[in-house]
């Protein structure tokens, strides 16, 4: 399959523990992007890479994200000390530099926060 | 700040005939709007995209325009058919900043045969 991965596909935690998200892109792809999505509600940008450098955080990414993509293929997200307010579903996308591409969405990590 | 509205309730549809959503937005100037398909559960899925200077794009039996006097996007799903029962959602797509997406609320559409 040469699609988007996501590792794992649910996670729970308790309050306050860190957890950590990988996604492989698809490989010829140099963007790649974490977005966030609540139930009925469309997904919300949170950060994006191109191959290795972080160019956008959204203002929804607090200090306690941190995304990183080390060689410019896998990526992983990072969240220190959970909250509630961070159940959601995280999807990762990428796509490639053509203008006129669509992005390219994993199947998504369902995260809840006991 | 940017804004997107699709309808929130569910268009019911009768199988056969044609389903059309609409995408609104306020406070932006997208260079390409997009329009993604997602099942419960999974990922969004990338269907069409349609550039500013475009009004109209087709894939099979997809249609969508683009009006940016109105901003606004509409999307035709021609002779539905139960498989199209799935929740499509309207991205705007600024382009020069990364390609990054902003979404709609998305809007459920239940097919019957």
């Known amino acids: 399959d040469t699609g988007v991965s996501q590792d794992p596909r649910h996670k729970i935690t308790k309050r306050g523990q860190n957890v950590t998200f990988r996604c492989d892109p698809i490989?010829?792809?140099?963007?790649l992007y974490w977005y966030r999505q609540t139930l009925g509600q469309g997904p919300e940008f949170l950060t994006y890479?191109?191959?290795?450098?972080?160019?956008?955080k959204s203002r929804l990414l607090s200090d306690r994200f941190s995304a990183e993509r080390p060689k410019g293929s896998f990526s992983t997200l990072e969240i220190q000390r959970t909250e509630q307010g961070d159940s959601a579903m995280y999807l990762c996308?990428?796509?490639?530099?053509?203008?006129?591409?669509?992005?390219?969405f994993g199947p998504g990590t369902r995260l809840t926060v006991l | 700040s940017q804004k997107i509205e699709q309808n929130s309730e569910a268009l019911n549809i009768q199988e056969g005939k044609t389903a059309t959503l609409t995408c609104n937005y306020t406070?932006?100037?997208?260079?390409?709007l997009q329009w993604y398909r997602q099942d419960p559960g999974r990922g969004p899925v990338f269907l069409l995209l349609?550039?500013?200077?475009?009004k109209e794009k087709r894939k099979e039996r997809l249609k969508v325009t683009f009006d940016t006097t109105l901003k606004q996007s509409l999307f035709h799903i021609t002779a539905s058919q139960p498989a199209d029962s799935a929740t499509y959602l309207c991205?705007?797509?600024?382009?020069?900043?990364?390609?990054?997406?902003?979404f709609g609320g998305g809007t459920r559409v239940l097919v019957k045969p």
């Open positions: 406070n932006y100037s997208p260079a390409y």
């Open positions: 490989s010829e792809h140099n963007r």
């Open positions: 890479f191109q191959n290795e450098a972080q160019l956008e």
């Open positions: 991205a705007l797509d600024g382009g020069a900043a990364g390609n990054k997406l902003t």
């Open positions: 349609i550039r500013e200077n475009e």
């Open positions: 996308a990428s796509r490639g530099t053509g203008p006129t591409e669509g992005q390219f």
